[in-house]
Structure formats: C-alpha cells, structure tokens
C-alpha cells in the first residue's frame, strides 16, 4: 500500500534548534521577573529555571506524561518570588521565556520547496513534543507553511510525549488513517523510529552519523532525502 500520509517530528527534522534552556538569552525574562518582585540574579534565575524543569522531565522520563510549560513556571515564580503567582504571571513569564528560547530555533532553507513537492503527492501532518501548544504551530506560521499541514498534533495537547502509543493514536485518529498509510520521520530514534514503527507505521530516521540501529534504506543524512526514498 502506498502511504497517503507524512507525519513528521518539527525540533530537529523541520527546523535546527538548541535544546538548552538557558543559552539562548533571557534578558527580556529576567527584566519580567524583576518587575514582579524578584531579587534573583541572572545566573540564578536560570539555575533555578533550569533545577524546577528538571524536575518535571524527570516525572515525565518515568511515564512518557507530558506536562505544560505552565508547571514548571508556576513552581518556579513560587520560589524566585516567595509567593503563588497569579495565573496571569505565569502566563506572561512563559511566553517571553518561550520567545527568547526560540531564537535558537532556525529554518531550513529550500524547506518550503520541499513542502510543497511532498504535499503535491501525500497529506502532511507534525507530530512533536512540546510543552507550550502555541510553539509548533507559530513556528508554522512564520514559515509560511501552517496551512500545508492537515494538522499539528502535539503532546502537551495529547498528554503524552513520544514515544507513548497514545500520541500516535492520536495523530492517525485526527488524520482518519491506519498506521499502514502513514510514514513517520524524525530525528530521534525512540520517539520517531521506534515507536512509530511499533504502531505500524514505516519510520525514516534522520541519522547523518549512522550511530543507530536501522536499515539503510530508511535512514535519512537530512528531511530533504526523503523524495528520492518514498520512490
């Protein structure tokens, strides 16, 4: 059966980005928790930024849960600031972190090129991992490239993060597909190779280093591989 669909993963096969939460330049967000009432330094607010997140990757590393950027920003006013923010506040100081990490998100140039030799011949979905449900999609949008994409599918939204079954339950029960018509690619072997592959959908890993374990034939040395290997 030929494959109708493309879901692909966005951090890392759509877009290049750092993964760091404090590398990218918080300027903007220390000023904002300066504002509020907190005394922290720089350097510390991003210590205890980064201390407060682990946390929660940590709960989410057990079961695959995901959890809203909103928890850990809550725990972490409530310590930088010595009192419960009010849900506003939280707000605010997600979306201006959110907006400083992005910096270190960078488009691929000739993506759109691709987008839309591959839409001419299958439907197009993104399936990530995120904690802020803006993020994917705006991201999309500055591209220029939301409207390409049947949907964004994402596991703050789901409540879990791959590779738990139930994200790409999900993404094929929006989409109104069987695994079997659906590639999946990504860049990250767990969540992108092996779980889809386990849900019955046929992965391609983006691997240029060739450090995991998958056939030749569907591995990828980047996204723009993938034409010549859907045939």
């Not at 904002?32 to 720089?42: D, F, I, K, Q």
Request: charged share 20%; aromatic share 10%; with cysteine.
């Amino acid at each position: 059966m030929r494959p109708t669909h493309i879901l692909f993963d966005f951090f890392g096969t759509l877009v290049d980005y750092s993964p760091s939460r404090t590398d990218q330049g918080y300027d903007a967000t220390h000023a904002l928790l300066r504002s509020l009432g907190a005394t922290v330094s720089y350097d510390g607010f991003l210590t205890v930024w980064s201390d407060a997140c682990a946390v929660f990757d940590g709960l989410s590393d057990q079961d695959d849960r995901e959890f809203s950027m909103l928890e850990p920003g809550t725990a972490f006013l409530r310590e930088v600031l010595g009192r419960q923010p009010a849900p506003e506040e939280t707000e605010e100081f997600v979306a201006t972190y959110v907006r400083e990490w992005s910096a270190g998100v960078h488009y691929l140039p000739g993506l759109a090129d691709l987008v839309a030799e591959l839409s001419a011949r299958h439907r197009l979905a993104v399936v990530s991992n995120t904690h802020h449900p803006p993020l994917v999609p705006g991201h999309l949008a500055n591209m220029g490239l939301l409207d390409a994409f049947d949907a964004v599918v994402t596991s703050v939204e789901v409540g879990w993060r791959k590779p738990h079954p139930k994200i790409y339950a999900t993404a094929l029960d929006v989409l109104g597909i069987e695994a079997s018509a659906a590639v999946f690619v990504g860049d990250t072997y767990g969540p992108d190779y092996e779980g889809p592959e386990r849900h019955g959908m046929t992965a391609f890993l983006i691997d240029p280093g060739r450090s995991a374990s998958v056939p030749d034939g569907r591995r990828l040395a980047s996204v723009f591989d993938l034409p010549a290997r859907l045939g």
